[in-house]
């Protein structure tokens, strides 16, 4: 099945070589993340790779990428954990710019926002 130009813009490969991660963008392995985070001061647990498959599968179903829809579909899959907040102890860096890095997806338009003191 050949990718379209959405498909590109959202980084699905339609073909992922990792049957674990079957909506991860074309270029990502579990070793470029793990790489990622090693960069960023994070050892990867099991919650790490949920809230990485959550990302990956938002970006597969979103015609259009958002940070607040983003932030929202983590605050309900992790609920039973306390929600985003649990989230952004995985993440301090911010679950949505750095969740989406370590899933090898560009953050949508407006999550890191340095005006608002950002830590990324």
């Known amino acids: 099945m050949a990718k379209t130009r959405d498909d590109i813009l959202h980084g699905r490969s339609g073909n992922s ?3 674990n991660f079957p909506d991860a963008p074309a270029s990502w ?3 470029v993340a793990e790489q990622t985070a090693k960069e960023e001061g994070i050892e990867l647990t099991e919650d790490h790779w949920q809230a990485i498959r959550a ?3 938002y ?3 979103a015609e259009t990428p958002r ?3 983003l932030h929202d579909a983590f605050d309900e899959k ?3 954990m306390g929600g ?3 989230v952004y102890l995985l993440f301090p860096g911010g679950p949505v710019a750095q969740g989406c890095r370590m899933a090898g997806l560009e953050p949508p338009a407006g999550s890191i ?3 608002f003191g950002s830590v990324q």
């Open 59 to 61: 970006y597969a179903k």
């Open 29 to 31: 392995s579990a070793t």
């Open 55 to 57: 990302v990956q599968e």
């Open 84 to 86: 985003v907040k649990y």
């Open 17 to 19: 070589v990792d049957a």
């Open 67 to 69: 940070a607040r829809e």
């Open 78 to 80: 992790f609920h039973a």
């Open 113 to 115: 926002d340095r005006s």
